[in-house]
């Protein structure tokens, strides 16, 4: 698994592609609160309308969350068994990257470690 192209572009992707999905669910749920503010001020919605989108909102952020701990697992795996890594310090910085960086660090490392070793190979 850690050597399927599919999986490492997903867990590359996913972490930035659902926090870019979340942020606009955030700003189309902030956007139908305040166009609706004339409607929620004279009470007569009830608050499960005004907080309809409020549960699928945190369990998509919840999903993001358990995507985003995937991938820090699965790269941390893949960069201590990279065998270009070893007897460097290199494998301490990439982990410290993911750790501190989050989904940016492991897609920069898809790019450089994976993408860019992958075409070195083939030519």
């Known amino acids: 698994m850690l050597h399927n192209k599919f999986w490492q572009a997903f867990f590359a992707i996913a972490p930035i592609a659902s926090f870019v999905l979340i942020l606009l669910g955030y ?3 902030m956007f139908s609160i305040f166009s609706n503010l004339p409607e929620l001020e004279q009470n007569d919605t009830p608050p499960a309308e005004f907080f309809g989108g409020l549960g699928f909102f945190f369990l998509m952020i919840l999903l993001v969350i358990v995507i985003a701990f995937a991938s820090l697992i699965f790269y941390i795996v893949h960069a201590v068994q990279n065998p270009n890594l070893k007897g460097d310090n290199l494998l301490i910085v990439w982990i410290l990257l993911f ?10 490392y898809w790019l450089v470690e994976i993408i860019s070793k992958q075409k070195h ?3």
């Open 99 to 108: 750790i501190f960086v989050g989904g940016i660090g492991q897609f920069v």
């Open 121 to 123: 190979a083939n030519l």
């Open 27 to 29: 700003i189309v749920f």
